[in-house]
């Protein structure tokens, strides 16, 4: 799938020219790096036979209030031994990455890698020490057991290059740390897979009348599913036969946007379910105005196509 220039499907331009539709991309990857809570520390080996190599390690970390992912390391760990032995060093001083991505399968996931020196906290000197400490044992409850030891220390990643994926072919993008470190995460950012999950699983048949009837796919439909939900919308991907030709497959991804922005899962789920009832109407021909334009049903709903791909 490729990433194309949003193009307009529905009447969004024309009802509201000036309503945003789609989180920016600093928000996105505010957005993976609070949803997730653990990922892949890569450090530079310092082992022989594989001196240099990337070494890759699975880590839980939490925020800080500036998005700055901090670990809880043991001294004796082999990404913490790789960091010390290459802090000063000329091939890095001390640059890691931490790679997360959210729940899913396969590439069809939004995901983040943050490269940049990590530094060991001084609980004497670190002011947000005490939240820090707070945050791990609530969200990692093995903490309290360890986190007194004088093996374990808390490590602060600062990044100094972000870099962000939105999905197989959907957007890829170098993120600015500030504007990263500015940003807020979504307000369903927790409970977005959740509300994917039962979109598809509950509501596959009010998806194929959403791709037929506001969508305006007009070939056979292989399949439709909801890729993301935020407070600005949602992502439908769509699979489709082109042509006559059945071994034809194309695969197209829109942007159906909320008339407004949710503050809460209950609104989100009204305002999906607008979508799919007007969807419905507009398939059955109901007409609310028959001399204005946009009289159909869901014609005023913002849509468009952000990515599309032809698969053999």
């Known amino acids: 799938m490729s990433a194309v220039p949003a193009e307009k499907v529905n009447g969004d331009a024309a009802v509201t020219p000036n309503l945003k539709i789609r989180l920016n991309v600093n928000e996105k990857a505010r957005t993976v790096t609070s949803v997730c809570t653990s990922g892949t520390l890569c450090t530079v080996s310092i082992h022989e036979g594989i001196t240099g190599a990337p070494f890759g390690s699975y880590v839980d970390y939490v925020l800080d209030d500036d998005g700055n992912p901090v670990v809880l390391m043991n001294e004796m760990s082999m990404h913490t031994i790789n960091i010390r032995e290459n802090e000063g060093s000329e091939n890095g001083t001390g640059m890691v990455t931490l790679f997360t991505q959210l729940s899913g399968t396969g590439q069809d996931v939004s995901r983040c890698s943050l ?57 890829a993008k170098w993120v600015d740390p500030e504007e990263y470190q500015e940003s807020t995460p979504d307000i369903l950012a927790k409970e977005a897979s959740t509300i994917c999950a039962r979109l598809n699983k509950e509501h596959a048949k009010d998806l194929r009348l959403t791709a037929q009837h506001l969508l305006d796919v007009d070939t056979e439909i292989e399949s439709v599913r909801v890729t993301n939900v935020d407070r600005l919308g949602m992502d439908i991907r769509v699979t489709s036969q082109k042509g006559a030709r059945r071994n034809k497959l194309i695969t197209d991804e829109f942007r159906v946007g909320f008339r407004i922005p949710v503050i809460s899962v209950e609104d989100a789920k009204s305002e999906v379910l607008k979508v799919f009832q007007e969807a419905w109407e507009k398939g059955n021909g109901y007409v609310w105005d028959e001399v204005e334009d946009d009289a159909l049903p869901g014609a005023d709903i913002p849509i468009a196509k952000i990515a599309a791909d032809s698969l053999e």
């Open 115 to 171: 490269t940049g020196k990590i530094v060991k906290i001084d609980p004497k000197e670190a002011d947000d020490i005490d939240t820090i400490r707070m945050r791990y044992s609530i969200v990692h409850s093995y903490a309290d057991q360890v986190m007194d030891s004088p093996k374990f220390n808390f490590y602060r990643l600062i990044p100094d290059k972000i870099y962000f994926v939105g999905g197989f072919g959907v957007l």
